[in-house]
């Protein structure tokens, strides 16, 4: 495959994002380190690559059309990375607000990802509702996933429907913002 020279940079960076996620990913789920136990990292290593390729396959899938989505594409891949990352070092048991700013970040680059792939093709306020719509399904699934991943055998099921509903209002907060950033920052005039 020829790497355009005018995409070359975004090529590489989308690159350098997913291959950073699967070598965390490797690294949290064999590593034994204690920050890994009980994050469900196996789940993690089976699912998170498979969302990181979810563009690629779709661009393929529909005839592999020249002007391939990378801002899309890491748009998506991040807030995969960003909870690698925040495992890896230990952020989410070692700063208390760690997990409330990954939902409102991760949801903003998540539901960008659809922002930045109907900008093109759609009106201000069909992207606004669609980039908020995605975020906020998304949100949910999530924690449908996170609370049978690991929270409904552990002992943060206590303290689960509060920080569940903080989270589901951080998503779509994010959500929200990206939507707004998509669908109504200015826009280049076609020459």
Same mark, same amino acid.
């Given at each position: ?7 070359? +940079? ?12 699967v070598g965390l990913l490797a690294f949290g789920a064999f590593s034994g380190l204690q920050q890994f ?8 290593? +089976? ?11 779709i661009w393929a899938l529909r005839g592999r059309r020249p002007g391939y989505p990378y801002l899309a ?19 989410? #048991? ?21 922002? +930045? ?8 306020? *069909? ?35 509060? #920080? ?8 779509? *907060? ?18």
């Amino acid at each position: 495959m020829t790497i355009p020279s005018s995409h070359s +940079a975004a090529f590489w960076l989308d690159l350098a994002v997913k291959a950073a996620l699967v070598g965390l990913l490797a690294f949290g789920a064999f590593s034994g380190l204690q920050q890994f136990e009980g994050k469900a990292f196996v789940w993690r290593l +089976a699912t998170y690559p498979i969302a990181a390729l979810v563009i690629p396959v779709i661009w393929a899938l529909r005839g592999r059309r020249p002007g391939y989505p990378y801002l899309a594409d890491v748009l998506l891949t991040l807030p995969f990375l960003v909870d690698t990352v925040g495992n890896a070092l230990d952020l989410y #048991d070692t700063i208390e607000w760690w997990d409330d700013a990954n939902h409102l970040v991760n949801w903003a680059l998540l539901a960008g990802a659809m922002g +930045a792939i109907c900008r093109p093709r759609a009106g201000s306020w *069909t992207i606004l509702a669609f980039v908020v719509g995605f975020g906020a399904v998304t949100a949910i699934l999530w924690e449908i996933s996170e609370y049978y991943a690991f929270i409904r055998n552990s002992p943060e099921l206590a303290t689960a429907y509060v #920080d569940t509903l903080g989270d589901l209002f951080l998503g779509l *907060t994010g959500s929200f913002l990206a939507g707004l950033a998509f669908a109504f920052a200015p826009r280049r005039r076609r020459v």
